[in-house]
């Protein structure tokens, strides 16, 4: 490899090497930096927090609206039951039994059936819980933004026995 050929590799000129990360955050932010960079976190905390119980909420409605399905079904039932194959069974029981009490039978069949679609739209519904991880995170966020050292006082100013005591420092 001749002389030549190396300086085609090698820049003529050096630029600067930058000793810092331009783009870095300052070593010692100034309190107006740490407040627009809380009030930042905070926001994005709030979002975060609204998105959880709207997808809470949303799972829930979901549940809420399968169980009245089954409420539904079971008044589909009630009132317009398959009243020829009913009719059907009670001209069938009328042939060993009074005419009187084969329609009533036929009638607690159906009515049987239609409590049996509503336990079911009931146990559905009851599955329903509400936003239990919104609150646990909330609870979270507010212990959190709660000073540690307080906690501990409070915690100090309580006897074993649940009463309050006396401030300690004579104050």
């Not at 549940?63 to 009245?68: E, L, R």
Request: neutral net charge.
């Amino acid at each position: 490899m001749s002389k030549g050929d190396s300086s085609k590799f090698v820049p003529s000129t050096v630029t600067a090497i930058p000793l810092v990360d331009p783009h870095a955050a300052p070593v010692d932010p100034s309190i107006g930096d740490l407040v627009k960079e809380a009030t930042a976190q905070v926001s994005t905390l709030v979002r975060a927090e609204v998105e959880l119980a709207r997808a809470e909420v949303t799972r829930d409605v979901k549940k809420g609206m399968t169980g009245s399905v089954f409420f539904i079904m079971a008044l589909v039932v009630l009132f317009y039951s398959t009243f020829f194959l009913f009719f059907f069974v009670a001209e069938l029981l009328d042939n060993w039994l009074w005419r009187w009490m084969a329609f009533l039978i036929v009638f607690g069949i159906m009515v049987v059936f239609a409590v049996a679609l509503a336990l079911l739209g009931y146990l559905k519904v009851r599955r329903i819980r509400g936003p239990q991880q919104t609150i646990e995170s909330v609870k979270e966020t507010r212990a959190a933004f709660t000073p540690s050292h307080d906690k501990s006082r409070e915690r100090a100013l309580i006897s074993p026995n649940g009463e309050a005591q006396a401030d300690p420092s004579g104050w």
